[in-house]
């Protein structure tokens, strides 16, 4: 790349996530996107996979922490692959994000992996209101998606101590943490994440090893905002958790799945 290039993409980087491609009339993701980008830890674990990916939010979001790794985007919808492969190209991480148009239920990646994520749909079909525009119902609602598949894939994907992180509702925890013991995976890491002090938590952040012991480790609830109304701001514990939410400091908060 030339200089004007370079310059161009640092400055779209530094803008994460703003001027990421979205779908027309599809699902617009949300600040659990980013948070999951800022909660799950690879280490020097390098090849990894975000499935049900999107327009790539989550995967473009680790590779800005961690530009060392390598991650293949795995969605089934083709405007949000498109969109993924674009926002890939912008933030010229195209060498390292791939993206494969594929349901979580039939895809296997080549050779095994050292960490997957995931931003799974949260709710059953028949409960919250529903999307206008099947891409948008599809993001939000469990049908082929439900959480079950996303478990038993990232399982056949990771090698023995591997790992799954994703993001969910707290009142889903339950069946969740069976699914992934059905699958061999131990949940090892766990964070509540709440609007506010004194609320409950609205989504939960979880990470599990592929064969590990049983040992889970409950981290401190996260809380995002204070004030309320027009006078809503981010807290400075959510900043520094997550500085990408920074482009979104002080408006409202995002769409709730």
């Not at 013991?181 to 949940?187: C, H, I, N």
Request: charged share 30%; with cysteine.
């Amino acid at each position: 790349m030339n200089r004007a290039d370079t310059l161009a993409v640092l400055d779209r980087r530094a803008r994460f996530p703003r001027g990421l491609a979205q779908p027309e009339g599809g699902y617009r993701f949300s600040l659990d996107s980013l948070l999951l980008a800022c909660f799950a830890r690879p280490g020097r674990r390098n090849v990894g996979a975000d499935l049900g990916c999107g327009c790539g939010v989550v995967g473009l979001g680790l590779l800005l922490r961690q530009p060392g790794l390598a991650l293949t985007g795995v969605e089934l919808d083709p405007a949000a692959a498109d969109a993924a492969l674009a926002n890939a190209d912008a933030l010229h991480f195209q060498e390292k994000f791939q993206v494969v148009r594929a349901d979580v239920a039939d895809w296997r990646p080549e050779r095994v992996l050292d960490f997957v994520v995931a931003n799974p749909p949260y709710r059953r079909l028949g409960a919250g209101r529903v999307s206008r525009g099947e891409e948008r119902a599809t993001a939000r609602f469990e049908g082929r998606g439900e959480f079950a598949r996303f478990a038993r894939c990232a399982a056949l994907a990771l090698k023995t101590r591997g790992k799954f992180s994703f993001v969910h509702l707290p009142e889903r925890l339950a069946g969740l943490l069976a699914d992934l013991a059905r699958t061999g995976l131990e949940p090892k890491r766990l964070r509540m994440v709440h609007a506010r002090p004194g609320e409950e938590a609205r989504m939960v952040l979880v990470e599990a090893v592929k064969a590990a012991r049983p040992g889970l480790r409950a981290e401190p609830p996260l809380i995002l905002h204070r004030g309320t109304g027009k006078q809503t701001r981010l807290t400075d514990e959510a900043l520094a958790f997550c500085p990408f939410l920074g482009c979104n400091r002080g408006e409202p908060e995002g769409e709730e799945r």
